[in-house]
Structure formats: C-alpha cells, structure tokens
C-alpha cells in the first residue's frame, strides 16, 4: 500500500464540491472519484426536487421508497405523490468505463419492487451495449453523457416532459 | 432427548481408518435386516446406517462402516452378506486413503420429492452475493423467490395431504421445516386478529452471519407464500427480530392484508 492523493474538482450547477483526499489504504482512487460523482449527483438532484417542490409535486432527493416486498430502497430522485405509489423513480450510474449489465438489473430490481410509471437510469460516460438491450428489454429510460453534470439537466427535462397524473 | 441434526453419509473421512459402503437389497422376509446386522457384527464398526423400502416391496440397507480387521477385504465381506441368506444382492465399495463416497445413491427423495442436498453454507453465500450484487434490489428479490418456494412448496403439501388436513395441522408443519434444516420453526397465533408470529431460531438464512445482508428476506417471503396458499388470505410479514441483529432468534409475524 503506498499513500494517494487524490485531488477533486467539480464544478456543478449547484455549487463547487472539492475533496482531497489523503488515503492510506488499498482503497481505489476511482471508487473514490465515483463517491465524488454521486455525493454531486445527489445534491443536484436535491436542487432537481426544490423546484419541482415549489411546483407542488411531491419530489424527493434521495428518495426512501418501501417496495411491495417490505424491503426499504434508495434512489437518487424520486416524485412520490400522497397515494404513495411512485411516479418516477431516478437512479446515477457512474463510472470510468462502460457501466455494465449488473447496474441494469440493479435498478431493475429495485423498480420492480416499487412499481413506479417510470425509471429513468442516468449513466456517465454510457451503457455497455448488452446492459443497454437490457434497460431497453425492461422498459428502463437511460440517459447518458460523459459529463456526470450534464445529466441533470437531461434528466430535470425527462421528468418534466411527462408529468403524469400526480395527485397532491 | 434433544432434537439433533440428521446425519447422513454421502462422504466420510477418516484418516488411518479403512473405510467400507455396504449396500445390500433385503428380502422383505421378517429378520432379515437383522440378520445381515448379525452377519456384520464382527467385522465392522457401523458409522451410519439408513434402510428404506422399494416399490417392489424389497429394501434396502446402505451403511459407512469401519472394518475391524485390518486384512479384510471389501469382496470378503460381501460374501459373508450373501451367505447369510437374507441378501438378494450386494455390493461393498472399499474406501481411499481414509476417503469413502457413495457411489451408490443418486440424490435424494423425501417423501417422492427428489431434493438436492447442498451445504447451509452454500445457499447463505449464494444469498449474500444476491444481495451484494444487487443491494435492496437483490432482498427483494430473494423475498419474491421466497414467496414462490413458500407457496408452491404448501401447494405440494396441499396437492399431496389434502388441503384441508395441512390447514388443520399447519403447526405440525413447523416440524417439517425444523426437519428440512430451515431452522427451529415455531408459530404461535395473535396477538391481533388472524395474526400470527412465526419464530426461528438458528435460521439457516442468516446463520453465518453474512455480511451483505439485512435481514432474512427468503424466509420472510416463504412464510408469507406458505401462509397465503394454506390459508387463502393475503399476508404482510414484519421481521421483528433478526439474529443478524443481535437476537436469539428470527421472529416474523404475519398479519393478514385487509
């Protein structure tokens, strides 16, 4: 094991997030960067739910959802209207190479579980092509781009182009 | 006398010791288990035995043994089996290097049900890794594929015993588990209405310890499937104590959906 130094920047629409990190530990310096991504993405979404709040939908970042099995999931973002039955559910996939099948069904476990009217999978840089077969095998809606940051913006649209029937 | 764990011998290691299986198929003439036991009683030391009937209304006795003499051989002993005159045929497979496999048995059968013996561990491990790969996705699907064992293994029972027999005796069924080695199964009704609570001690889920998991999702379902296909109701089924937790024991209750 030798010390790392790993040394983030990130500028996000909502703010500037820097972590530096001394690490004496066989922790891998991408994980930490994809820690890095999310703790972003998460806040992002925060800022996602705010207005959407304001708009009087029940949107939540990060969502705590129960699913029909009793087992409590976690998502990035999610609109939760009082019938309790989810509207869109929001997951962040990130990382250096292609994100794989495995994240796919991930996700897809989780959303069978809580049944909402839709899942969004937001990938950064992209899928692989046998995970993308699969999100598309089970109805999943990706969004990708290389830069993490951008897709907020993709997916704060996403959400908006079909709000569905939200009872408040 | 305590409840122990059912000890059967597909393999049996012992070092430095010669290791015999003997199979014989038994005439269904009375004493003749008896008198192939007799036949054995001095030349080995029987480690676990197990006799069962077949259709055609013989049967069998397989057993691991140590043998005494350390000259005998293996196609020794099974002429002294046949001699006896209650064998019909027989064989003995000698052991290596202190190794003996069955070579005999190809898989099990309970009750007309072949079943796949498999170690605790395994299926723990195969669980956790579910739930590692998959996070609360994966507990929720090991909680589906508990609800789809449970029901479909009461739809058998149901199917088999009559529906109305295993929904009077339900309890009694506690025992089957307990014996399947799913854990101390004990169920006891209420507090509420329809209520009951299910305990488990030693649950094979979540003994072990593994590190991925939360609670014991398959189980919670399996109960859950059980109690809907037994009892025609729709249930919800609360762990309320987990050993991964810290308890004794598992405990689920079951509340009937409204």
């Known amino acids: 094991m030798r010390p790392r130094l790993l040394l983030l920047i990130l500028l996000g629409e909502f703010g500037l997030f820097v972590l530096a990190t001394h690490v004496y530990s066989s922790l891998s310096p991408l994980s930490l960067l994809a820690s890095g991504l999310v703790l972003e993405s998460f806040s992002g979404f925060e800022g996602i739910a705010e207005g959407m709040n304001r708009k009087g939908r029940k949107a939540h970042a990060p969502a705590a959802i129960i699913g029909n099995s009793g087992i409590r999931h976690e998502?990035?973002?999610?609109?939760?209207?009082?019938?309790?039955?989810?509207?869109?559910?929001?997951?962040?996939?990130?990382?250096?190479?292609?994100?794989?099948?495995?994240?796919?069904?991930?996700?897809?476990?989780?959303?069978?579980?809580?049944?909402?009217?839709?899942?969004?999978?937001?990938?950064?840089?992209?899928l692989s092509s046998r995970a993308a077969a699969l999100a598309n095998e089970y109805g999943i809606e990706v969004l990708e781009d290389e830069v993490p940051r951008r897709l907020l913006k993709l997916a704060e649209k996403a959400i908006d182009e079909k709000p569905n029937q939200e009872g408040s | 006398?305590?409840?122990?764990?059912?000890?059967?011998?597909?393999?049996?290691?012992a070092p430095d010791k010669k290791l015999v299986h003997i199979v014989v198929k038994?005439?269904?003439?009375?004493?003749?288990?008896?008198?192939?036991?007799?036949?054995?009683?001095?030349?080995?030391?029987?480690?676990?035995?197990a006799t069962y009937t077949l259709s055609d209304g013989t049967a069998i006795f397989s057993g691991f043994a140590e043998a005494l003499e350390a000259t005998g051989t293996g196609e020794g002993l099974r002429e002294l089996i046949l001699k006896s005159g209650s064998a019909l045929d027989a064989q003995v497979r000698e052991g290596r290097d202190g190794l003996l496999i069955d070579t005999f048995h190809r898989g099990f059968t309970v009750d007309g049900d072949r079943y796949v013996l498999m170690r605790q561990g395994e299926l723990v491990k195969m669980f956790?890794?579910?739930?590692?790969?998959?996070?609360?996705?994966?507990?929720?699907?090991?909680?589906?594929?508990g609800v789809a064992t449970g029901?479909?293994?009461?739809?058998?029972?149901?199917s088999r015993?009559?529906?109305?027999?295993?929904?009077?005796?339900?309890?009694e069924f506690n025992h089957l588990m307990t014996a399947e080695g799913m854990g101390d199964v004990d169920g006891q009704n209420g507090p509420g209405d329809g209520e009951f609570t299910v305990t488990v001690t030693e649950c094979f889920e979540c003994t072990g310890k593994p590190a991925s998991r939360s609670g014991c999702s398959f189980m919670r379902g399996y109960l859950v499937g059980a109690a809907e296909s037994i009892f025609g109701k729709k249930y919800a089924c609360a762990e309320e104590k987990c050993s991964l937790k810290g308890k004794n024991s598992c405990e689920f209750r079951l509340t009937p959906k409204t």
């Open chain 1, 75 to 126: 998502f990035a973002f999610a609109v939760v209207p009082d019938s309790g039955k989810p509207t869109v559910v929001v997951d962040t996939e990130l990382a250096v190479e292609d994100v794989d099948d495995t994240k796919v069904l991930k996700f897809y476990v989780k959303v069978f579980d809580v049944r909402p009217e839709r899942a969004i999978l937001c990938v950064s840089p992209k």
């Open chain 2, 1 to 13: 006398m305590n409840r122990t764990p059912h000890r059967i011998f597909p393999v049996h290691f």
């Open chain 2, 26 to 49: 038994l005439s269904d003439a009375p004493g003749s288990y008896s008198s192939i036991l007799e036949s054995l009683r001095t030349k080995v030391n029987l480690i676990g035995t």
């Open chain 2, 128 to 145: 956790d890794h579910v739930a590692q790969l998959l996070g609360s996705g994966g507990e929720a699907l090991l909680y589906e594929e």
């Open chain 2, 151 to 158: 029901r479909w293994s009461a739809d058998t029972a149901a």
């Open chain 2, 161 to 171: 015993y009559g529906a109305g027999r295993v929904r009077a005796q339900a309890k």
